[in-house]
């Protein structure tokens, strides 16, 4: 009786410390830094996720991934817009952008993996502090024209200048951003209905 009495005590005890509720989350190796691949910074593995909610940590993934891409777009556009006559400092910003840009992401990402994986202490916090200050910088770069934002203004003033081809890339860029803060919101919405939203 007394060895069942503290087992359950023992139990409560270990619920209560925050991240260790999770028997699975903590047998998870977090120093086997696997992942983004080549650059190996944190941990990443689909499997420690449960089966119906693997396509959600999968979006997420998708997500940090798009912004390499769009990492390569934008400096696309630095070149074209370089080449059309405009500063050299919009390619030097386009990487120093990126590089904040990818980096909220996947911090904000890797906190949610965390969260889908068991971890109960502030890493749901993390992720919507650091999601929420990429909201914003995309909102800036949604529509001012400054550095290396390809925004409305900015497309605008390419095509007024007589520069289409320039013009169009940023058009093109403006459009996938749109799609890209439209595909931020719907993935905050479903994380914000899962079971790990409050914790």
Same mark, same amino acid.
């Given at each position: /009786? ?6 359950? +005590?023992?139990?409560q005890l270990k619920k209560a410390i925050p991240g260790t509720n999770d028997a699975k989350f903590e047998k998870i190796d977090? =120093?086997? &830094?696997?992942?983004?691949?080549? !650059?190996?910074?944190?941990?990443? *593995? !689909?499997?420690?996720?449960?089966? *119906?909610?693997?396509?959600? %940590?999968?979006?997420? =993934? ?7 891409? &769009?990492? +390569?777009? =934008?400096?696309?556009?630095?070149? &074209? ?19 904040? +840009?990818?980096?909220l992401a996947g911090f904000g990402f890797y906190n949610a993996f965390r969260a889908f994986c068991g971890d109960t202490s502030? %890493? ?8 929420? +200050?990429?909201? #914003?910088? @995309?909102? &800036?770069?949604? @529509?001012? *024209?400054?550095?290396?934002? =390809?925004?409305? %203004? ?11 081809? $320039?013009?169009? @890339? ?8 749109? $799609?890209? !803060?439209?595909? /931020?919101?719907?993935? %905050?919405?479903? #994380? ?8």
């Open positions: /009786m007394s060895s069942l009495a503290t087992t359950v +005590v023992a139990n977090w =120093n086997n &830094f696997n992942y983004p691949p080549y !650059i190996n910074v944190f941990h990443y *593995d !689909i499997g420690h996720i449960k089966e *119906d909610e693997k396509t959600l %940590v999968k979006r997420l =993934n998708f997500f940090f991934i798009g912004q390499f891409l &769009f990492f +390569v777009l =934008n400096f696309l556009n630095a070149i &074209f817009q370089t080449a059309s006559g405009y500063s050299w400092t919009r390619m030097l910003s386009s990487f120093f952008w990126y590089l904040i +840009v990818t980096g502030n %890493v749901m916090t993390k992720f919507k502090i650091s999601w929420g +200050v990429l909201f #914003v910088f @995309f909102m &800036f770069q949604f @529509f001012a *024209d400054s550095i290396c934002w =390809n925004s409305i %203004v900015r497309w605008i003033r390419l095509f007024q200048n007589g520069h289409a081809f $320039a013009g169009i @890339f940023s058009l093109l860029e403006w459009l996938l951003m749109l $799609a890209n !803060i439209a595909a /931020m919101i719907i993935l %905050v919405l479903k #994380v914000r209905s899962s079971n790990y939203w409050s914790q």
